[in-house]
């Protein structure tokens, strides 16, 4: 790591204080998108009714897509003279070492969410709270599995509406540079090698819908007998789905994402998407439960010695109608996030953070 980083980081540091928000809990999320964004809007809000519940003071700082912006936020946030209790924060490559460094520094116990370690810093970062004791928690959707299972649900339908006799395939991921679209395209391989379908390749929109929808566009130019785009959220899916309207292919080309937007769910409601894999919205909120019930004395680190992988969901047009009003709605105030909680329930033995259990 670069020795001058090292030195304008300690400097930033020391400009703070140790002191947390008396009488309440201090977390602040470093998010790499604002609110407007459907998928980290959804999470936002989930979390702040979370929050809510467990009198937690949520600080959410938006970041620019750059990484650098982002590591950025993370050293202003340990370098405020209102210091947080808690930091929680998302890896990205190249500054996933950094990012920990970071609260090691300032001594601030940080909580990753929503992408897994990339696979180059696996090694030195190490187990939790192994090189970084300052890094007590890790959530991570199973991006793989959630790339798998629309690959699996995406063929299934091709072949039920029988669109070709060989079933062909291309993907639309996110950005080169991110663990969580590397995970995913890992699953659609794995999905079309065990159904012994015809992989062509797999681009990249940086998570772009405009990108993504000139990009279906060539490649239905590309490959004239596709099938299926995949794409690796519901947001460039949205788009491809315009563009095979657009260029007359609706009959013979499929599409579906992952995310669980609010108009990724009401496209697969419509049929506009055969299908949207999600639920991951929920970790941020379940965050806070772990990081309340850990500042007043239960660690998590029992049950979840290391990462802990949220559960990803198929909606598609069969099971729609029994999850549709409760996602779409997104009346979180109607939670009780107490429940869930081991400091509030000295009964339960185990979290749950399903989503069965939280529809309910």
Known sequence: MNALFRVITLLLVSIGTCFAHPGTIHITFISPNPDDQDFWGITHNFARASAKDLNIDLDIVYSATNRYAYLKNVRQA??????????????????????????????????????????????????????????????????????????????????????????????????????????????????????????????????????AGKQAAELIKRYPNVSIIWAASDHMSINVKNTIDRVGSSDKVITGGIDWTKDGINAVRSGLLEASVG????????????????????????????????EMHLLSRENIAQHYDFITNQDWEKVDFTRFSKAFNPDIKQYDSSFDNLNQ
């Open 78 to 211: 340990c370098a405020s003279i209102d210091k947080p209790d808690y930091l929680v924060a998302v890896f990205h490559r190249a500054i996933a070492e950094d990012i920990l460094f970071i609260a090691e520094e300032c001594q601030i116990p940080i909580f990753m969410v929503n992408a897994g370690i990339p696979k180059e810093d696996k090694a030195t970062i190490g187990n939790i709270r192994e090189n970084y004791k300052f890094f007590i928690g890790h959530m991570a959707p199973s991006e793989h599995f959630a790339g798998y299972l629309l690959g699996k649900q995406l063929i299934k339908s091709a072949r039920d509406k029988s669109l070709s006799d060989t079933i062909e395939i291309v993907g639309i991921s996110g950005r080169r540079d991110g663990p969580e679209a590397l995970a995913r395209n890992e699953g659609l391989k794995q999905a079309a090698r065990e159904q012994n379908v015809l992989l062509h390749q797999i681009v990249f929109a940086d998570w772009s819908g405009d990108k």
């Open 279 to 310: 639920g991951h919205f929920a970790e941020l909120g379940f965050t806070m439960v772990l990081l309340y019930d850990h500042y007043h004395g239960i660690d998590f680190i029992s049950e979840y010695p290391s990462t802990i992988y949220s």
